[in-house]
């Protein structure tokens, strides 16, 4: 038998974003989920009660306490004893993401003290043998930025470059691999194509907006990061999403280039003179049959019901 194994030096790991792990933030999302709290968990029912293992998550679904990131898993103050269980794993590579409001939680004035802990999150990797990957935007933005409109705002593309620039500068000496935007086309429908995300503004054309000032944002961080280190990498997280129809129709054919074209390519072909490399996200495909989102769940919907056999008796466990 073949012994097959990873090239050398290939980087295995794991990564997160601040607002999920961190704790203790202050941005527009955590603003948002206390607004928001009381109303999700009365929709949580009418959302996931169609689920079979509804009656083991309602309580905690229900409770608006679960809506709100609080401490998260205080990785702001364990980081190190996070990456030491990520060095036990085998991880020689981690990404995460700088709070963007920690770093500058009033315009133009900028925390030396929260720099200094970003320093010293990259340097406990590096002293871990762990390659780190930094984003610089994981979708939270300081409050003052967030109530000019946010990453709609005309002058948003020039504020990201400005804070790229001190990030770069204060602590990039270590610093290799940069991820300037994460999901930028993920970000903007959730928040201004369906509305569901902060600010829950419903636009087709500031949607569009909101695009092309991730692009340019893109643009100008790009060039900064260069001009500071030529030898730095640099790119966004793209979620890619392969469009398949459910049947040979003209139209369920058209909606597949269109949907291919505007998801997939337009990002990407729009800042492709400014990318050094792609980050890969995949969750799902899309199944198109006269629009979007026809995916079938009969697999989901299995694996649900042979949970439900087993914890109700009925299939015993593997031991």
Known sequence: ??????????????????????????????????????????????????????????????????????????????????????KELGHNAHRFSIEWSRIEPEEGKFDEREIEHYRDVIKSLRERGMEPFVTLWHWTLPVWLARKGGFSYRNFPNHFERYAKKIVREI????????????????????????????QQKNLFIYYYALKNLIKAHKLAYIAIKKINQNAEVGIAKHQIPFEVARKTFVNFFLKVVGHYFWNRWFLNSIRNHQDFIGLNHYNRNVIDNGFNKNPNKLLEQLMESFKDIREGRIERVK
């Not at 709290?37 to 229900?62: M, Q, V, Y």
């Not at 000496?173 to 902060?198: C, H, M, R």
């Open 172 to 199: 990039g000496s270590d610093v290799k691999f940069w991820i300037t935007l994460n999901e930028p086309d993920v970000v903007a429908s959730q928040s201004y194509l369906k509305g569901v995300w902060p600010p």
């Open 1 to 86: 038998m073949l012994d097959k194994k990873f090239p050398k030096g290939f980087l295995w790991g794991a990564a997160s974003s601040a607002h999920q792990v961190e704790g203790s933030n202050h941005n527009d999302w955590t603003e948002w989920e206390k607004k928001n709290a009381e109303r999700l968990a009365k929709e949580s029912r009418a959302r996931f009660g169609h689920l079979p293992n509804w009656k083991d998550i309602e309580t905690e679904a229900t409770n608006p306490s679960n809506y709100i990131s609080g401490k998260a898993c205080d990785h702001y103050n364990r980081y190190r004893e996070d990456f030491d269980i990520a």
